[in-house]
């Protein structure tokens, strides 16, 4: 099956600095999401993104996060001056056609911000 | 705003047994319901989903699970749980006009006895 695919793994930070998160979806699909995980609380919405526009966002996603598909197949979620709060798994999925369509997620991305 | 509850944080079955997981959601309308399974390192992965028409869902790997909306449950079931199937699982809901902003759970810590 195909995978998508986000690196590192684990990105260690200091407060404040920006960090940038990658993620490559499957390669034909079209819709593009960032969610997070802070440990021990739930799987978080946070933004979708359609033809090069945010689509949706929640209330998380505020002017310290963005997202962008700077090429034809990376998907990116820069956070310009990371708190401690900041610290959490962050998921990448994709869907090809819609939002009604399954998602894939990657294996996520554990951001550590000291 | 929606919400879902999964009562169950762990639960540890034997290798062979049945297993349910419960989900309850709270919502003004029908939502979409999935369930994901997340192994160690691993992406979250679709089980199965509900959108409408039967209330008794297929999933992979012999999982179902049963859309009740008198009790606003979603349950899962396996007649025969395997020690492969030891993961965590997480009920989801998404509004039925934007099926991938998904509302999760905190997620059910599935162990399995041999």
């Known amino acids: 099956e195909p995978e998508v695919t986000q690196t590192p793994s684990h990105q260690v930070t200091q407060m404040g600095q920006e960090v940038i998160l990658r993620c490559v979806p499957i390669s034909n699909h079209l819709y593009f999401y960032w969610y997070r995980q802070i440990l021990g609380q739930k799987v978080e919405f946070l933004v979708s993104f359609y033809n090069n526009e945010i689509s949706e966002k929640s209330e998380i996603f505020d002017d310290q996060f963005s997202v962008e598909r700077p090429d034809g197949s990376n998907f990116t979620l820069k956070i310009r001056s990371t708190k401690l709060e900041d610290s959490a798994m962050y998921f990448c999925?994709?869907?090809?056609?819609?939002?009604?369509?399954?998602?894939?997620f990657g294996s996520g991305t554990q951001l550590s911000v000291l | 705003a929606q919400s879902v509850t999964q009562p169950d944080i762990h639960i540890t079955v034997s290798e062979g047994a049945s297993l349910e997981l419960r989900c309850n959601y709270s919502y003004g309308a029908t939502p979409y319901l999935f369930w994901y399974v997340q192994s160690p390192g691993q992406g979250l992965q679709l089980l199965l989903k509900?959108?409408?028409?039967?209330?008794l869902v297929q999933g992979i790997k012999g999982f179902e699970a049963e859309f009740k909306r008198s009790q606003s449950s979603f349950n899962l079931r396996k007649p025969s749980v395997h020690w492969s199937d030891a993961a965590e699982y997480f009920c989801a809901v998404a509004p039925n006009n934007a099926g991938n902003m998904l509302t999760f759970g905190g997620g059910t810590r599935l162990m399995v006895k041999p």
């Open positions: 999925a994709s869907t090809k056609l819609g939002p009604n369509e399954k998602l894939f």
């Open positions: 509900y959108f409408s028409g039967d209330t």
